[in-house]
């Protein structure tokens, strides 16, 4: 049996994007700021702002450090905005 074919784009990059440009704007951090601090780089910072890549999870923990968030803080967010 052939696996369905889906043609809809995963919304899960964009919507963490979303919810870290966010958060990083209702702080006032650049993201340059927050790459530094976070130990990555600005370019990577801004690809996942913009959907193109995904953290992984020591990235996400790295970040939400620099924010002073928790990890599942900027997960639950995520998950509010896919609900609807």
């Known amino acids: 049996m052939k696996a369905p074919r889906h043609t809809s784009v995963n919304p899960i990059p964009a919507v963490f994007g979303r919810v870290l440009r966010e958060e990083r704007r209702r702080q006032n951090v650049s ?14 910072v801004s690809q996942i702002e913009r959907g193109i890549r995904q953290p992984t999870l020591t990235t996400l923990f790295k970040l939400s450090r620099v924010l002073e968030l928790s990890p ?5 967010r995520m998950e509010r905005l896919l609900k609807r």
């Open 31 to 44: 993201q340059e700021q927050l790459a530094l601090y976070a130990d990555v780089d600005r370019t990577f």
């Open 72 to 76: 599942s803080t900027l997960v639950a």
